[in-house]
């Protein structure tokens, strides 16, 4: 039996978002989105452009107005015509833009997920920890972009 350990609980809950950013061309883009979960380390947002994984993007709650920003962990569903879903993780780990107040952990909870990674380029394994959102976009695509220390 595994043992499902989260750094916190995940909602799932909408909320109206605007996603600030840059595309890959260097060209500013301002875009209605909304997230599908959210939990106090990220969320799962869905949106009509195609997101580059590692780029930050700001993001403005259009509800309460607060406005953090966000790493692109990476996809969770394929893209299509309606747009995509993308895992998203908090810069600054003390932001909270949901104004939700979520649990400490418990007394023997783990804070920490780890998976062991393999860089495409240089073939470097290396046992690294991972986000709550890093570990749903790797359940999903398979893929997740981290930084080699090679």
Same mark, same amino acid.
């Given at each position: 039996?595994?043992?499902? +350990?989260?750094?916190?609980?995940? #909602? +799932? #809950?909408?909320?109206?978002?605007?996603?600030? $950013?840059?595309?890959?061309?260097?060209?500013?883009?301002?875009?209605?989105?909304?997230?599908?979960?959210?939990?106090?380390?990220?969320?799962?947002? =869905?949106?009509?452009?195609?997101?580059?994984?590692?780029?930050?993007?700001? !993001?403005?709650?259009?509800?309460?107005?607060?406005?953090?920003? &966000?790493?692109?962990? $990476?996809? !969770? @569903?394929? &893209?299509?015509? @309606?747009?995509?879903?993308?895992?998203?993780?908090?810069?600054?780990?003390? @932001?909270?833009?949901?104004?939700?107040?979520?649990?400490?952990?418990?007394?023997?909870? %783990?804070?920490?997920?780890?998976? #062991?990674?393999? *860089?495409?380029? *240089?073939?470097?394994? @290396?046992?690294?920890? #991972? %986000?709550?959102?890093? !570990?749903?976009?790797?359940?999903?695509?398979?893929?997740?972009?981290? =930084? *080699?220390?090679?």
């Amino acid at each position: 039996m595994t043992t499902n +350990m989260r750094r916190s609980d995940r #909602l +799932m #809950l909408t909320v109206p978002l605007t996603i600030l $950013g840059t595309d890959e061309h260097g060209f500013r883009y301002e875009d209605p989105a909304r997230t599908s979960v959210l939990n106090r380390h990220g969320a799962r947002i =869905q949106i009509g452009r195609r997101l580059t994984r590692g780029t930050t993007i700001r !993001v403005v709650n259009r509800l309460n107005r607060r406005v953090a920003d &966000f790493r692109i962990v $990476g996809p !969770v @569903a394929p &893209f299509s015509d @309606a747009g995509g879903e993308f895992g998203v993780e908090y810069v600054d780990r003390d @932001a909270n833009i949901w104004g939700i107040q979520f649990p400490p952990l418990r007394e023997g909870e %783990s804070a920490e997920s780890k998976a #062991l990674l393999e *860089c495409r380029k *240089c073939h470097s394994v @290396a046992l690294l920890p #991972l %986000s709550l959102v890093e !570990v749903e976009v790797l359940e999903t695509s398979g893929i997740l972009t981290k =930084q *080699c220390e090679h």
